[in-house]
């Protein structure tokens, strides 16, 4: 039976490790992938964007994850959900909508790919793509590589529940838990794979529980605690710099909005389930221990909030202005040139 992984709550930030300045900064990131995100919806509803796959409900895990890693040496190879990671693990909110809009100076690949293949070569951001579940060899490779090479860095993977059904999600695992690799497998449990409950997605009980048949622990965490996220993946990280290799975290979450801005999932899921889920909103969650913490006056809260739509504002002006690709660099990083990359 896989761990749960969960704090009383009565226990502080304190306890965990964490200075109020941390908790405040994990907060301001939710704040803001959150405020992101719904604007990146409502320019799709207005037509400016094509594209949206949110996060909505995830941003806690998110953070937490970002928090419990390494930002100066750790790899991380995100899905397609995780912009509230790539910003907590640097990437700019204008660097995020930059890829909505599809502009010059997106960096995650010259604006040639979707919205959410997130990629920063300068920030080790490893770029996924939409086959799901392809991240995880790679992140089990990176790990292999890091160790051949000596180096103290850990991989950290995410993909969502449903992705843990393909074949290459078991065979990275069984390949990590083989050699012990440094290397953090984190499920985004948010209960739907598009339109398919969790129920007819798998036999067991929680996807943790199948971190046994490959040798390492499994773990399971409120998804929308970001501090319970933050003590697991920070357990984790340690377990994999120290040698004793890999670990499959599951974050209990829930998808607040539809799967992505074309979907419509009024057809396999009712009003009243979004909105009991809603109780738990990892933002609200996140809101409620700043203020009872003692970290986060409401008036500094309000102003940390018109800081992130200024933010959010300047972002999307700045992205809306950018200009489009030049048509002569559509075939750069398409076949070998020997040059510079057109990315960073």
Not at 10 to 23: A, F, K, N, T, Y
Not at 189 to 197: L, R
Not at 218 to 241: F, H, K, P, Q
């Amino acid at each position: 039976m896989a761990a749960r992984h969960n704090r009383p709550q009565s226990l502080r930030h304190r306890d965990i490790g964490l200075s109020d300045e941390q908790v405040r900064e994990m907060y301001y990131y939710i704040l803001l992938g959150r405020a992101l995100d719904e604007r990146m919806w409502l320019l799709n509803r207005a037509g400016k964007v094509p594209f949206v796959i949110s996060g909505q409900g995830q941003e806690a895990a998110q953070v937490g994850s970002a928090f419990g890693l390494d930002r100066d040496r750790d790899i991380v190879l995100p899905y397609y959900r995780d912009m509230t990671m790539v910003l907590a693990w640097g990437q700019t909110p204008t660097e995020a909508m930059l890829g909505s809009f599809a502009r010059e100076g997106e960096p995650s690949s010259g604006a040639r790919q979707m919205p959410g293949h997130w990629g920063s070569k300068r920030l080790r951001i490893v770029s996924g793509s939409s086959p799901v579940a392809t991240q995880v060899p790679h992140a089990v490779g990176l790990a292999l590589a890091a160790r051949m090479r000596g180096e103290s860095s850990v991989a950290w993977v995410s993909l969502g529940e449903g992705s843990t059904n393909q074949g290459d999600f078991h065979e990275a695992l069984n390949f990590a838990g083989v050699h012990k690799l440094p290397v953090v497998v984190f499920v985004e449990n948010n209960k739907y794979a598009i339109s398919v409950p969790e129920s007819r997605q798998i036999a067991c009980s929680h996807v943790a529980e199948r971190a046994a048949s490959y040798g390492m622990p499994g773990v399971l965490v409120d998804g929308n605690d970001m501090l319970a996220v933050y003590e697991a993946v920070r357990g984790a990280a340690e377990r994999a710099r120290a040698g004793e290799g890999p670990t499959l975290v599951e974050a209990e979450c829930y998808r607040l909005v539809p799967h992505s801005s074309d979907d419509d999932d009024r057809s396999y899921r009712s009003r009243e389930e979004v909105e009991e889920a809603r109780k738990r909103d990892p933002v609200a969650v996140a809101a409620s221990y700043v203020r009872e913490a003692g970290v986060l006056s409401e008036e500094e809260d309000a102003a940390l909030r018109e800081r992130i739509r200024r933010e959010v504002d300047e972002a999307t002006e700045a992205a809306e202005q950018a200009p489009q690709p030049s048509p002569d660099t559509a075939l750069r990083n398409v076949y070998a040139e020997g040059g510079a990359g057109a990315w960073q």
